[in-house]
């Protein structure tokens, strides 16, 4: 009988697949290249920024020296402190409404159609747009900061979770069905995981726009916060004291990003099981 | 025959308004293995989601020992022809998936001895793309039986996996439906040597609108296996009578007297005549070609 023999082929085709691809570049010689191209600008910045005026560009030794000034005396770690906060804030209510909206619509077709209009409407107008608006309403508090960075968070969030509901394979809801699974199985079972990936990818898209518009809220709206940090020295001509916020978010954005890329590949372990 | 159990009766279909399914009658007796065949497009998928409970009847019935489906039920399992395993579940709970759907209590013991039968113990923990086509569909089969259905469906259960694949799992499902004391099977095909392999009986559906056309009792003795049955006398005949009849054009009646059903007699093996019984007002077999 062919039984037993097919078993074993069948057994160790996989595991072709990916070796016949691309070879993965090993972690070492990918941190190599990142840190290379890290320290290649900073070394670029030194030489051509050491070479001018310092209230145009300043460099990033200088940048070092101001940032250790600032962390002293505290006012790096108060305005970190409170961008920090608003960050956290407009993130947690806007990915929260975003999925929650998202997953309603995409079940919905009556949600979705009563949100059509308006989501694309306020997607499609700049956020900065609405920032005096927002001043009105809430003044120039926390909260009108957190409006602005939920306003930033809620979108890619809610578009990305609606559309991954949307892709959720319809073979394999017929299969649920077929199992006799209820509406309430069906979300934890099929559609909640397929959405996932994309949620996930909202949320990446999220963080970017999320500190964009703590950056924003604080131009309009603050005393505080990096944004304000950014402002007040660069009118003082404090070149290199207003460089320390902006690398402060570019490192804030980097980490992050890392963080939700590890939440990810914790959560979708399936999708990178060894082939 | 024994009883029926379960029973078409005049059976349409519509999907978007085009009818797919037209006066379809079927009785399938318990523990009979019925083979649906038919070239793609014939409505024979249709067949097997209406009797699944996946698609509503525009008229007619379905019923399951006299009760109406009329929707999907326990009582039967599918095995689809795309799998449909939820790639982020392990090999093991896509297995246990119907059972702990349906509210069951999920047996380990089952669900290892599923494992076993199917030979997908070392994949246990595997995630499906880890899987061959012919692995996956042994999970599709595994989870399928795990919840003990009464009535198997199988729609085009092998027709995506490579010639070698599917002959040997043809040959295990065969086996386990043989060893299976009371369980029904409809499977769904465009395979002849299949459904002759397989069937206590070939009903060819031809559409669209899809309706029976012929109907052919497979009476080669079982278990069978699918290398020992092409060497038997009967098969070639039988071969040629679902050949003809799928190559039969499927719209109206053709006239053609000459073709009386007694022609086609197959002998049997165990006593009983083993005639196709060839539906009046169906399109007989023509020896023009």
Not at chain 1, 119 to 130: K, Q, S, T
Not at chain 1, 131 to 154: H, M, N, R, Y
Not at chain 2, 31 to 60: D, M, Q, Y
Not at chain 2, 112 to 135: F, H, W
Request: glycine share 8%; charged share 20%; proline share 7%.
């Amino acid at each position: 009988m062919t039984a037993p023999m097919t078993q074993r082929l069948t057994v160790a085709a996989p595991g072709r697949g990916r070796r016949s691809r691309r070879r993965p570049m090993s972690p070492a010689r990918r941190w190599t290249l990142r840190l290379a191209s890290v320290a290649a600008i900073l070394i670029a910045w030194q030489i051509y920024g050491g070479s001018i005026n310092p209230i145009l560009l300043s460099d990033p030794s200088a940048v070092a020296v101001a940032f250790v000034d600032m962390v002293r005396d505290g006012s790096l770690g108060h305005a970190l402190a409170s961008s920090l906060e608003v960050l956290g804030l407009g993130f947690l209510f806007g990915s929260v409404a975003g999925v929650v909206i998202g997953l309603a619509a995409g079940r919905s077709e009556t949600i979705a159609a009563l949100i059509d209009l308006p989501v694309n409407a306020l997607y499609a107008i700049p956020a900065v747009a609405l920032v005096p608006v927002i001043v009105l309403w809430f003044g120039f508090a926390v909260t009108t900061k957190t409006v602005v960075v939920f306003l930033f968070v809620i979108f890619p969030v809610l578009i990305n979770t609606l559309r991954g509901v949307r892709e959720v394979d319809p073979e394999l809801i017929e299969v649920a069905r077929s199992f006799c699974s209820s509406e309430r199985r069906m979300w934890f079972d099929l559609i909640l995981p397929s959405a996932l990936p994309f949620i996930v990818t909202g949320l990446r898209l999220a963080i970017g726009r999320a500190l964009i518009g703590v950056i924003v809220a604080e131009f309009y709206t603050s005393l505080s916060g990096l944004g304000d940090l950014i402002t007040t020295n660069a009118s003082n001509f404090q070149t290199a004291r207003m460089f320390v916020p902006i690398v402060v978010i570019a490192v804030l954005g980097v980490v992050f990003t890392a963080l939700l890329e590890l939440a990810e590949h914790r959560l979708v372990q399936w999708r990178r099981a060894p082939q | 025959m024994a009883s029926p159990h379960l029973v078409l009766d005049n059976v349409c279909v519509e999907l978007g308004g085009a009818r797919i399914l037209q006066d379809v009658s079927l009785t399938v007796a318990e523990r009979e293995f019925v083979c649906v065949i038919g070239t793609s497009g014939g409505g024979k998928t249709t067949l097997l989601r209406t009797i699944a409970g996946l698609l509503p009847v525009a008229s007619g019935s379905v019923s399951l020992d006299g009760a109406p489906v009329d929707g999907p039920s326990p009582r039967a399992a599918v095995v689809f022809q795309h799998f449909g395993l939820f790639p982020w579940k392990t090999v093991r709970s896509n297995i246990a998936y119907g059972l702990r759907v349906q509210g069951r209590p999920v047996d380990q013991d089952l669900i290892r001895r599923m494992l076993e039968i199917l030979r997908l113990t070392d994949v246990a923990d595997y995630y499906p793309s880890q899987l061959s086509g012919g692995m996956k569909q042994r999970v599709g089969i595994a989870r399928a039986l795990a919840t003990e259905p009464e009535v198997l469906l199988l729609d085009e259960p092998f027709s995506s996996l490579d010639a070698i694949t599917r002959e040997s799992l043809q040959n295990e499902v065969l086996r386990l439906w043989e060893a299976n004391a009371n369980m029904t099977a409809l499977q769904v095909t465009h395979d002849i040597d299949e459904a002759l392999l397989m069937a206590d009986r070939v009903v060819v559906v031809s559409g669209p609108p899809g309706h029976i056309t012929f109907e052919l009792k497979v009476d080669l003795p079982r278990p069978r296996d699918s290398q020992e049955i092409r060497s038997h006398p009967d098969y070639p005949r039988m071969r040629k009578l679902l050949w003809d009849s799928l190559n039969t054009p499927a719209a109206g009646p053709l006239p053609a007297p000459g073709a009386a059903p007694a022609r086609e007699s197959a002998p049997a093996r165990k006593g009983a005549p083993a005639r196709p019984h060839v539906r009046p007002g169906t399109a007989p077999l023509s020896e023009a070609t």
